[in-house]
């Protein structure tokens, strides 16, 4: 069993950055896959960006070069860091940890850009 508790979101301008913060209950070290998701209203939850347990990232091609997925072993911790954040980007934003076996969510964080 995996718990997943994300952190971080809020209200941004855009052209403002954000960092999500998701605290996972074992060593990410142990967790094949770590992702970020998010479903913004009246759409399917989508890939944002993903990060491996030997550290190679995958991003959507909306958010590349804008957004860096990070992990930190010792904290089992994962980031996203996100700059240049646009109207679109606005969604819930869910962490993820796919153990091979199973796929684990966190409860999500609600990201808002607006002027």
């Known amino acids: 069993q995996v718990q997943l508790v994300e952190s971080g979101g809020g209200l941004v301008q855009p052209g403002g950055s954000l960092r999500l913060s998701c605290a996972a209950s074992?060593?990410?070290?142990?967790?094949?896959?770590m992702g970020w998701y998010r479903q913004a209203p009246g759409k399917q939850r989508e890939l944002v960006a993903t990060?491996?347990?030997?550290?190679?990232?995958n991003y959507a091609d909306s958010v590349k070069g804008r957004f860096t997925i990070s992990g930190d072993n010792a904290k089992n911790m994962v980031y996203l860091q996100m700059n240049s954040l646009k109207p679109e980007d606005t969604a819930v934003y869910y962490c993820?940890?796919?153990?091979?076996?199973?796929?684990?969510w966190g409860q999500g964080t609600q990201v808002t850009v607006s002027s």
């Open positions: 990060r491996t347990s030997g550290g190679r990232t």
């Open positions: 993820n940890a796919y153990t091979l076996a199973e796929s684990y």
């Open positions: 074992v060593n990410i070290f142990t967790i094949a896959i």
